[in-house]
């Protein structure tokens, strides 16, 4: 009898690919570790159910573990794998104080990426947080929801640290908000604090918000931040989050702005702690390096997930973009190859989006330039301005669409964009056109949709691409 | 000095060709003729304003003649074009009963579409309409308007029949509408009725709204115009429209239902007329025949738009779909090419989207079996309901998506949506997959965007793509 499949981490990656596997081979065991409670949860949506848009903390659950159990998965919660051992094929395992060695067939390393706040002195202050955790989210809620408007035994979630809660609860709720960086967590929980009437300051290392969506971008998410009241702080450098033991004031560039909450956004890292040591090579961004099955440098030892680097569709290179459905996706692959039917993980395109009020934003690819010289391109971008519906239709508002190609061949690069009537959807376009390697001129001849009430005559992306191509040409 | 670049007709394909020669080549004569009076209108526009959406006529002009004045293009509305010479490279033009011969060096022929109504008996006569004119669209606003409501010296429209918006605007306004077709114009036309109140009735020849797309979409639409009020007559024949010489009902199958109203939306058919008895040879869809620089088989006459065949990006065969964007984009190539830089006018994939109230279809490629068989396919489908954003994020609405692809090559042909939340642009995915020849399991691993309020971790196509390349791997 071949020995279980194990899974390090009962998240997308990890739970995808034990529940394929136990579809594809019944009869295989497949045993998944999670160090913590929670398993299968919505990361995306936490700042959500801090808003208070998402009702509970069960919402964000994919799957239950009875959820998990039913599909004939050995799932064991609380259990921390801490070594791992390819020439053995075992895993070592804490959990309870025990510790003992678990066998396996093909490994899976799902384990994820962690905030990193540690830059940031103050970060572990009391009224600090990274929106990284059930619990942290649980929590801030609790903290922001006016004492007799909560009752802890109450926050669902069965595996919620309580007393944390409780202690939030009882806390009188912040007047002022401190977001130290302007990434997604740092957009989206600028909305979050906004809905509870907070005074929320923004800071941002760079001159920009969400750098990686482009300049366009990063103005309109700007502005549309300033109309909410929301304070940002650009090209800021925040030097510590002040207080005794519970947060006071973020300084930045020798400014001290009051605050009675911070979080911390600035980035994730991947888990690699793991492997390290171990013949499991890491990539060049530091996660866990993978080939197109997700296998490791080591035979039957997969990674996938936030700890895992996967192909990227433009460059042909490894990366690193942590993100939800690529987890989901890699996982399953991992677990259809592993019971014997061999499946690609696919490619990344970095392929995002991020609501800011009532503004949506997507980017696909590669649009910074100086990473496109980098990855062998000579790459041209054009930025346009377009109606999202005929002109003459009620509800049409300007979508702004930046596309970038390689002047030699013409290839699609990337794209962004930015509107706030059914923008984000429309970079799947971009998305899916630059994973099938199309030019700019064959996008600009794509037979896209038209109808007065959802798209003008020439979407915003075929205006992009035809004037891009135009430049391309001259 | 080079003859002058002819274009007869002055709507999507015919301006956006004159504009765009005019444009790269200056010195080039280019003359419209065109043998009404109403230029570069919308013609997808025209049931929201009778609706009352779009408050004006001219709100749906996409050019005045002054802006194509301004162009530089010498633009002759009140001409028709009575014949074409290509031996002589001259054109017949009529205009206040006078007749000339006009020179061309190039010559594009853009005559667009007539609407079909004459299997339709009763179709002439007062009350009934067809949705193909700025002038009957005027006339049935004014007719659907109580008389103390509109004032028909103030329906803007500089070229207006004001005649017949006074007549119709005298009259009592209906109270009961029928509706001869169930394609888009029937579709939208149910929604404009019902904007005044009016007892619809929808009357089809086939059991299903909405053929081109598909099942899952004609079952949505219908009961979606079912649950707002309109008594569908499904697999009806229409007899004939009765009446004296005011309409006053429809005769279905032998059964007369009463109506103070009728809209004939049963297809439309192009302009040949023109070349019918020259070398220019018509295609077997009875459109004219075009190379992929929009040329026919004589040469230096063009035809693009509404009355010219395409090559479907699918069956790479010539194929008629008189659509918007694919007429504005063959015209604009047209210039272009006349201007001395030629240039593709691109594929068709019969790309189509359309608004039934709340409900947003979408459609492109080959989705009927029976046709893709027809162009050398072994086709398989397959259709999926998944949500439109992540399930606990507010306004997620079920979206109904179907795929079709060929068994052998894995190639996707083809796929409908149908849902009320962002569901018709997510039909560009589909479009710009299949427009680079994407098998199923490529759609399955493209890298769309995820984010809680705009989509689900799988988006609803990616949800087909992995039921489809499942069932093609059976």
């Known amino acids: 009898m071949t020995d279980p499949f194990v899974v390090v981490g009962g998240d997308a990656a990890g739970l995808s690919a034990a529940s394929k596997c136990k579809r594809e081979d019944p009869d295989r065991d497949?045993?998944?570790?999670?160090?913590?409670?929670?398993?299968?949860?919505?990361?995306?949506?936490?700042?959500?159910?801090?808003?208070?848009?998402?009702?509970?903390?069960?919402?964000?659950?994919?799957?239950?573990?009875?959820?998990?159990?039913?599909r004939g998965i050995d799932l064991r919660r609380g259990h921390e794998v801490v070594a791992v051992d390819p020439d053995d094929q075992t895993v070592t395992v804490e959990a309870d104080d025990r510790r003992f060695a678990q066998p396996y067939g093909d490994l899976l390393v799902?384990?994820?990426?962690?905030?990193?706040?540690?830059?940031?002195?103050?970060?572990a202050l009391d009224g600090a947080f990274t929106m990284h955790s059930m619990d942290a989210a649980a929590a801030l809620r609790a903290y922001l929801t006016?004492?007799?408007q909560v009752d802890p035994t109450e926050v669902d979630g069965e595996f919620v640290d309580r007393a944390r809660v409780e202690r939030y609860a009882a806390m009188e709720p912040p007047e002022t908000a401190a977001i130290v960086g302007g990434g997604y967590v740092g957009v989206e929980m600028a909305e979050a604090f906004s809905a509870y009437d907070l005074d929320v300051h923004l800071f941002q290392r760079t001159d920009r918000l969400l750098p990686p969506f482009g300049e366009a971008v990063g103005e309109a998410v700007a502005d549309e931040l300033g109309e909410h009241g929301v304070t940002l702080h650009l090209g800021a450098?925040?030097?510590?989050?002040?207080?005794?033991?519970?947060?006071?004031?973020?300084?930045?560039?020798?400014?001290?702005?009051?605050?009675?909450?911070?979080?911390?956004?600035?980035?994730?890292r991947p888990n690699t702690a793991l492997v390290e040591g171990t013949p499991v090579e890491l990539g060049e961004?530091?996660?866990?390096?993978?080939?197109?099955?997700?296998?490791?440098?080591?035979?039957?030892?997969?990674?996938?997930?936030?700890?895992?680097?996967?192909?990227?569709?433009?460059?042909?290179?490894?990366?690193w973009v942590p993100l939800g459905l690529t987890a989901n996706r890699a996982g399953r692959a991992v677990g259809a190859t592993v019971a014997g039917d061999p499946s690609l993980?696919?490619?990344?395109?970095?392929?995002?989006?991020?609501?800011?009020?009532?503004?949506e934003c997507g980017r696909t690819g590669v649009v910074d330039h100086e990473r496109a010289r980098d990855a062998g391109f000579d790459p041209a971008s054009e930025?346009?301005?377009?109606?999202?519906?005929?002109?003459?239709?009620?509800?049409a508002a300007p979508t702004t669409v930046t596309l970038t190609a390689d002047r030699e061949t013409g290839r699609l690069l990337g794209g962004?964009?930015?509107?706030?009537?059914?923008?984000?959807?429309?970079?799947?376009?971009?998305?899916?056109?630059?994973?099938?390697?199309?030019?700019?001129?064959?996008?600009?001849?794509?037979?896209?949709?038209?109808?007065?009430?959802?798209?003008?005559?020439?979407?915003?992306?075929?205006?992009?691409?035809?004037?891009?191509?135009?430049?391309?040409?001259?």
């Open 383 to 395: 930025t346009i301005t377009a109606g999202s519906r005929s002109g003459y239709y009620p509800g």
């Open 345 to 359: 993980v696919g490619d990344i395109a970095g392929t995002a989006v991020v609501k800011a009020f009532d503004v």
């Open 146 to 148: 006016p004492p007799d």
């Open 30 to 70: 497949v045993v998944v570790f999670e160090k913590g409670q929670w398993v299968s949860y919505a990361h995306c949506g936490m700042p959500y159910y801090v808003k208070g848009e998402v009702a509970g903390l069960n919402d964000l659950l994919s799957l239950t573990p009875d959820d998990v159990a039913d």
């Open 110 to 123: 799902a384990t994820g990426a962690h905030a990193v706040s540690d830059p940031i002195e103050g970060a």
């Open 416 to 474: 962004t964009i930015v509107g706030t009537d059914r923008a984000a959807v429309r970079i799947d376009t971009v998305a899916t056109a630059l994973d099938q390697d199309a030019t700019v001129a064959e996008v600009e001849r794509l037979d896209l949709a038209y109808a007065p009430p959802f798209s003008p005559v020439w979407d915003p992306v075929l205006v992009a691409a035809k004037v891009l191509n135009g430049s391309l040409e001259e």
């Open 237 to 268: 450098e925040v030097e510590r989050i002040a207080g005794d033991d519970r947060v006071a004031a973020v300084v930045a560039d020798g400014e001290r702005v009051p605050a009675d909450v911070a979080v911390v956004g600035i980035g994730v």
């Open 285 to 319: 961004s530091g996660a866990i390096a993978t080939d197109e099955y997700g296998e490791t440098s080591v035979d039957g030892v997969y990674a996938a997930g936030d700890c895992a680097e996967m192909t990227h569709a433009v460059t042909g290179e490894p990366d």
